[in-house]
């Protein structure tokens, strides 16, 4: 079963940016152990071998996720691999909460 956002614990979204930036991340350098755990019950992560990385459904929700939500994040790596996979693929600017475009 596949979790949704909503779903997610605060430490499984900060693994799930991390992965989704970094790729497959080792069991020093993970920022959440619980979260990685929480990943992995979802069917959004694997860990094998000392290493952690996203599921095929991982990586579509990390960039299917809100621009808007990610900006308010201030989580600059992951906001911008996405904004940069959304522009490639056509999609429109996100817009902030002001209205102004985010740059």
């Known amino acids: 079963m596949i979790a949704s956002k909503l779903e997610l614990s605060p430490c499984a979204v900060s693994v799930l940016g991390q992965l989704f930036v970094e790729g497959p991340t080792s069991d020093d350098n993970i920022t959440s152990r619980a979260g990685r ?56 600017v996100s817009h902030s909460e002001s209205g102004a475009a985010v740059r």
């Open 37 to 92: 755990c929480d990943l992995v019950s979802a069917g959004l992560a694997f860990h094998e071998a000392g290493l952690s990385s996203l599921t095929p459904d991982g990586e579509r929700l990390a960039r299917e996720w809100d621009l808007c939500s990610l900006y308010a994040r201030r989580d600059r790596r992951w906001y911008l691999k996405v904004r940069t996979n959304a522009r490639s693929e056509g999609a429109a």
